[in-house]
């Protein structure tokens, strides 16, 4: 059965890539699928890129305007979708995007992959590592020490906290 009035999505985006992102995310990435292997050309090819604005994405998405930037900047260290420019030179960062009119957003699967670099902004680093948690001692030799003990009814419990206080 072959519907007329839908849009082909790679099934990499459910296979593998649905529980990384976030709702925003996913919301932008379809768009942009949407926008672009979901018109067909008069050649009967589908379009490779689509110049979409901050506003378009916006008002079909639902999502806001100062977040949009940082949604984009994550999907592009994700490596799911390129950006270039009228002539096709690459903007993955937003110093190379910043005062450019024409933007075109692509999304990129597979076939984007052989030639994938990390560019932009890194991924956040958690405040605290794990080698210098505090409670990573504290809380482990806790736990340890009650799982050692065994279970203590309440009336145990009071009782072993009363003697303590003598």
């Known amino acids: 059965m ?8 790679p099934n990499e985006v459910f296979d593998v ?4 992102l976030t709702f925003s995310e996913l919301k ?3 768009h942009i699928i949407r926008k672009t292997y979901g018109w ?6 589908r379009k490779e890129r689509d110049r979409i604005t901050y506003r378009q994405f916006h008002n079909n998405t639902g999502v806001s ?6 949604t984009v900047q994550s999907l592009i260290l994700k490596q799911l979708i390129r950006i270039t420019d009228y002539h096709g ?12 009119t024409r933007i075109y957003y692509a999304p990129c699967f597979k076939r984007c992959a052989k030639n994938a670099q990390k560019v932009g ?9 794990k080698a210098y948690n505090k409670t990573k001692g504290t809380k482990l030799n806790r736990q340890k020490k009650l799982s050692q003990l065994g279970r203590q009814s309440d009336w145990e ?10």
Do not use: F
Request: overall charge positive.
């Open 2 to 9: 072959r519907y007329k009035q839908t849009t082909q999505t």
């Open 17 to 20: 890539h649905l529980t990384e």
């Open 28 to 30: 932008m990435l379809l």
């Open 40 to 45: 067909v050309l008069k050649n009967g090819k």
């Open 65 to 70: 305007l100062r977040s949009i930037p940082d």
């Open 89 to 100: 030179n690459l903007l993955h960062t937003p110093q190379e995007r910043k005062g450019k």
């Open 121 to 129: 902004k890194q991924k956040r680093q958690p405040m605290q590592n």
């Open 157 to 166: 419990r009071i009782q072993d906290i009363l003697s303590k206080r003598k």
